[in-house]
């Protein structure tokens, strides 16, 4: 299918769009993460994470090239229901939409797009199929894939949920589609589940066996509570689990400044080479 048309200027208050397929059934579930400010917000404070947290180990090089080569840039966010925006004030405050927010402002010269394909409360098993179908059809050019935390909730082995991880990185791989990673949230109840420690170490283990990037958000998210930035009651809405929109925030900043990294050399050689 072909590239969806460009979104409307990102700085349109409350500007929020559906991205609706005419194929019907899980393509016509997906959504464009639309910029816009959040209305009756106050400055936002800072959000800082050490700069090895940020730093995805491994290259994205269908990313770059797309970027390299001036074209339109288009991400799938692909989880449940941290992705989807579970405990955010609206879906612009949503960490695919502020990803997006970040992205053009990073890079005014191009033009992204994020569709949000988060769905509250799935597996990893259950995003695969989504992942062999919707995901493959939408032809991005990188998948943020966050997944483990309802697995690990629900006491799924560590080895299934790492075959499953391992089947949807193969379909991704056979696409030609790069991936990064995203890990579990940093909230109470984590301790309380004898496997989590587990999935953290899989999830790095799976990064570094398939050379995977891995954002590790659940040591992103400890950091801005250990070093006193923030509070975790500031971090997490009030049922304690999901994110608000403090963390959407600050987890599409971390996203944005982890792939700029990347991405902001080769922005400053085209800068550099054009004709004054």
């Not at 496997?195 to 400890?222: A, C, H, V």
């Not at 304690?240 to 400053?268: E, I």
Request: aromatic fraction near 6%.
């Amino acid at each position: 299918m072909g590239r969806l048309a460009s979104l409307s200027h990102p700085y349109l208050l409350g500007l929020l769009a559906a991205l609706t397929l005419p194929t019907g059934g899980a393509l016509a579930q997906a959504k464009l993460a639309t910029p816009a400010v959040i209305q009756g917000q106050e400055t936002p404070r800072s959000c800082k994470a050490p700069s090895d947290l940020l730093r995805l180990e491994w290259p994205l090089p269908r990313l770059a090239e797309a970027f390299k080569r001036g074209e339109d840039i288009r991400i799938v966010a692909l989880g449940s229901s941290s992705t989807q925006g579970a405990g955010a004030s609206s879906q612009a405050a949503s960490y695919p939409a502020r990803l997006l927010v970040e992205l053009r402002g990073r890079f005014p010269q191009h033009k992204f797009e994020v569709i949000n394909l988060g769905i509250g409360g799935q597996l990893a098993s259950d995003m695969l199929p989504r992942l062999r179908t919707t995901v493959v059809a939408l032809q991005p050019d990188l998948v943020i894939w966050q997944t483990g935390v309802n697995d690990a909730i629900r006491g799924v082995k560590i080895s299934d949920f790492q075959a499953t991880v391992e089947s949807g990185l193969d379909v991704l791989k056979k696409a030609q589609i790069d991936v990064v990673l995203l890990n579990h949230q940093y909230y109470p109840g984590a301790a309380r589940l004898p496997n989590f420690p587990g999935y953290l170490r899989m999830m790095k283990q799976i990064s570094t066996d398939r050379k995977i990037p891995l954002l590790r958000r659940y040591e992103i998210m400890q950091h801005m509570v250990t070093s006193s930035q923030y509070s975790l009651d500031e971090l997490l809405a009030p049922d304690k689990f999901h994110l608000n929109d403090t963390s959407y925030r600050c987890l599409g900043a971390a996203v944005a400044d982890a792939l700029a990294q990347g991405l902001l050399p080769m922005a400053v050689k085209a800068t550099a080479g054009r004709a004054p």
